[in-house]
């Protein structure tokens, strides 16, 4: 078992030819989130074969994932109660799912949320539902990241009077180690590849632009159209180093290897 870095991987360099031919979006989402979701949904693509799949998104009350995968099964999971078909109410720690009852497990920058004590558990409860694939989506521990999160909720003081409650939550809890992810995949004989999403130059500018914007008057429609003309004009120029966030596919299957290397 090794670690795959994203330059080297046959994954990686598909990737790059779907995100050059990548059609417009026209989603109701912020750029952070459509830069995950998208590179998401392609990873998943890439990793399909020819079937419809089992998709767990675990801390998602949005349920953005079925807006880019609509023939998918994706049940979005979190510890508050949404109204839904495919929303279900329960606790990351302790996933309501038998072992290997989906085709891929995901979670989208949510590690950086769980205690660090309980980060391994969390990755062990994605890994044991799902068949084969886990795709864990985060900002990890650097210098560069650090120092753009503490601009950024610096800015939102500035501008609201309030801390940002998810990047004042990063600085309390720390932010999590991308080695000890990988190094806890490949202690138990699975191989992972690492690839890099939102280059943090510009996230930083357009994180502190939502913030600025969120203070004009009825601001949301107007916020979400800024954020989808840059994506749809920079995704694919932004899944690069530096970055805000690494995506770590752990496979489990030799199909699931085939596709990361």
């Not at 030819?17 to 830069?35: A, C, G, R």
């Not at 560069?144 to 999160?149: K, L, Q």
């Not at 806890?184 to 130059?201: C, I, K």
Request: net charge negative; proline share 5%; hydrophobic share 40%.
């Amino acid at each position: 078992p090794r670690s795959t870095l994203f330059p080297y991987t046959t994954l990686f360099r598909s990737l790059l030819v779907s995100m050059t031919n990548m059609e417009s979006i026209d989603i109701k989402m912020t750029f952070d989130q459509l830069q995950r979701y998208r590179l998401a949904a392609d990873l998943i693509e890439e990793m399909r074969g020819n079937k419809p799949l089992t998709i767990l998104d675990a801390g998602s009350h949005q349920g953005f994932l079925s807006s880019f995968l609509p023939d998918d099964s994706i049940y979005n999971l979190d510890q508050s109660y949404l109204p839904g078909l495919n929303f279900i109410q329960g606790d990351v720690l302790a996933l309501p799912f038998p072992d290997g009852a989906l085709d891929v497990s995901l979670a989208l920058d949510i590690l950086e949320h769980i205690p660090a004590r309980s980060r391994p558990s969390f990755i062990g409860e994605l890994s044991r539902v799902s068949k084969d694939i886990v795709i864990i989506g985060a900002p990890f521990s650097g210098r560069d990241v650090e120092e753009a999160e503490k601009l950024a909720l610096e800015f939102c003081v500035k501008m609201t009077g309030e801390e940002h409650e998810f990047l004042a939550q990063h600085l309390k809890e720390g932010l999590p180690d991308l080695k000890e992810v990988t190094g806890w995949a490949e202690d138990r004989g699975l191989q992972t590849a690492v690839l890099p999403n939102g280059y943090l130059y510009r996230w930083l500018l357009m994180i502190c632009l939502n913030f600025y914007l969120a203070q004009l008057k009825d601001p949301w429609e107007f916020i979400f159209a800024v954020n989808r003309f840059y994506f749809n004009r920079f995704y694919a120029e932004d899944n690069r180093e530096p970055c805000y966030r690494y995506f770590v596919v752990i496979s489990k299957t030799e199909i699931g290897r085939a596709a990361a290397r």
